[in-house]
């Protein structure tokens, strides 16, 4: 079945909620590599998963219905060709 | 013709020394072999030089072309290996770890040597193809590339020493990478003729991965004309990567084509571009209406940046997952490579899903555009060559169009060729990007316009790098 892109209904965060999510996020950077960074790692950290979380965002506001596959297929053949 | 001349000869002119026995193959190794020695090391853009298989296969190719065997367009003719693919007998450092090496080699570098292709150096790179972000040249185990037209200046990256090399006439061509422009933008930088043909032309087998949807291999060469050439050695099916195409690809056709194209000027490309690098893609243009028709397309309205973020940083965590995770980033030079990738730690599997269910529409809607044209032209970058030392930042207004992108994330092939010299007597470049598959229309396209500009006759003014004082038709650019 085809359905009509027409807008994304994808739930939009609050500005507050995002900045929630981002602080968790790099929370939990911190406790799987924390021993490996610094302070000014985690800065970096901190304004990557920023960037990473805008522009999902960003893709969520992206109209796509069902119908929309990935660019990359799975072949029951292992991609060998036939 | 002294070894200055010698070295900055394209392809077909070495072959028909070659043949004529004017040149010998080992004569050819022993000007290339100094050149990566000299200009090439002071440039940063040589990690292993393979002199002893350099020199017994250019024997060999002597001893064949004498006795009648002829392999081809590249018998004889020497080259350099971006450091992320493996060779026999070489370390394969990925910019990163010296001491690396691997038993199997990878598919390009066999193809080659049937080709009768002579390896003479494995060449820098950004350190793990600049996957894991940096913002300084330096951010390689080579250190930071210098560009052969002004040695103060960097090549750009990741394909930083065949772009190098080539540029300063130490081997007629290289093999390069690219995932998100790593073969254009060096290209742009150096006066170099770069083409990312489209996914799965060429076998990645033996090459570092980084993103396995995004990666290609592809050659660095003096024009566009040779591009074709080394292309269609290294071209074709691979049983040891599946994302190989199973066509076959020929470049050498009885009749090229020079005039007749349909072109589409991407809208706003150049806007916030330098001066000069507008000036040179106008002049361009008013080359390309003579031999085709011209006419301003708008790219579709779509999240190009977003979507390669979101790829790009799944990917190449996962990658290198192991090496990320273990902190292993922390050893690399490139201080932003620190925390920049590990936000992919945290990156849902969903988001990465979507990003690649909209790049799909994007392949869709900017394959059909380009299907309507020959080439889509722009700028290949809004900027001149930046220095060797300093911080950069990509995203500067003008810096990057989006045709780089939409070509990236739909496998469509482009290539970059020299369009003048701008700002400092630094290259400036142009690119042609073509529907899947369609090669051969953007080389000829590029090689008319390079004909009827003399672009390919511009040089570095000598071997420290100094460039400004090239001559096209006469005339001081």
């Given amino acids: 079945m085809t359905e009509t892109a027409t807008g994304s209904s994808y739930p939009r965060l609050s500005d507050g909620s995002s900045a929630a999510v981002a602080r968790r996020l790099v929370e939990i950077v911190s406790l799987c590599h924390g021993e490996a960074l610094s302070a000014d790692q985690f800065d970096a950290v901190r304004v990557c998963v920023g960037a990473q979380l805008a522009a999902a965002e960003r893709l969520h506001r992206f109209p796509l219905t069902n119908d929309h596959e990935p660019i990359f297929t799975v072949t029951a053949n292992g991609g060998v060709p036939a | 013709m002294n070894e200055e001349e010698l070295a900055f000869l394209n392809i077909r002119e070495l072959g028909i020394l070659l043949r004529s026995g004017e040149i010998s193959p080992t004569k050819l190794t022993e000007v290339c072999l100094g050149r990566l020695d000299d200009v090439g090391r002071r440039l940063n853009a040589v990690v292993t030089m393979t002199e002893d298989v350099a020199r017994r296969e250019a024997a060999l190719a002597e001893a064949e072309l004498r006795a009648g065997l002829d392999r081809g367009p590249l018998h004889g003719i020497p080259y350099g290996l971006k450091d992320i693919i493996s060779a026999a007998g070489a370390p394969t450092t990925w910019g990163a770890f010296p001491e690396q090496r691997f038993d199997q080699e990878a598919t390009v570098t066999r193809k080659l040597r049937d080709a009768g292709a002579i390896l003479l150096a494995k060449v820098a790179t950004i350190e793990l193809a600049g996957g894991m972000g940096y913002d300084n040249p330096n951010a ?16 750009n990256g990741s394909s930083s020493g065949p772009s190098a090399v080539v540029g300063a006439g130490a081997v007629p061509f290289a093999i390069g990478s690219d995932t998100a422009g790593s073969i254009l933008l060096p290209a742009a930088f150096t006066g170099t003729a770069g083409l990312r043909a489209t996914y799965g032309r060429v076998s990645r087998a033996g090459a570092m991965a980084l993103c396995w949807t995004l990666d290609r291999l592809g050659p660095m060469c003096r024009s566009a004309d040779d591009c074709g050439l080394v292309l269609e050695a290294i071209a074709g099916p691979d049983p040891r990567d599946r994302s190989s195409l199973p066509d076959s690809y020929r470049y050498r056709r009885p009749q090229p084509r020079r005039v007749g194209f349909r072109f589409g000027v991407v809208a706003g490309s150049w806007d916030g571009a330098e001066p000069e690098v507008s000036a040179n893609f106008r002049t361009s243009l ?3 209406a003579e031999i085709g028709t011209v006419e301003e397309v708008d790219l579709p309205d779509l999240p190009y940046d977003d979507v390669a973020e979101v790829v790009i940083g799944a990917e190449v965590y996962a990658a290198f997952d192991e090496f990320i995770a273990a902190g292993g980033i922390t050893g690399l030079t490139a201080v932003k490579a620190w925390g920049h990738r590990l936000a992919g730690a945290v990156l849902p599997a969903h ?13 869709d809607e900017f394959g059909a555009l380009a299907s309507r044209y020959d080439a889509l032209l722009s700028p290949s970058l809004g900027v001149v060559a930046s220095g060797r030392e300093e911080d950069f930042e990509y995203m500067l207004p003008g810096a990057f169009g989006p045709l780089n992108f939409a070509g990236v994330l739909s496998g469509t092939p482009t290539v970059s060729v020299l369009n003048g010299l701008g700002r400092d007597g630094l290259p400036t470049g142009i690119q042609f990007a073509g529907a899947r598959l369609t090669e051969n229309a953007i080389l000829d396209a590029a090689v008319a316009l390079e004909t009827r500009t003399g672009t390919t006759a511009l040089r570095p003014d000598g071997p420290h790098g100094v460039a400004a004082t090239a001559r096209v038709n006469g005339q001081v650019v």
């Fill in chain 2, 286 to 288: 008013a080359a390309l």
């Fill in chain 2, 351 to 363: 988001d990465y899903i979507r990003a690649q269910r909209i790049r799909r529409v994007i392949a």
């Fill in chain 2, 140 to 155: 390689s185990i080579s250190g930071p590339p210098g560009n052969p037209w002004h040695s103060g200046k960097w090549t």
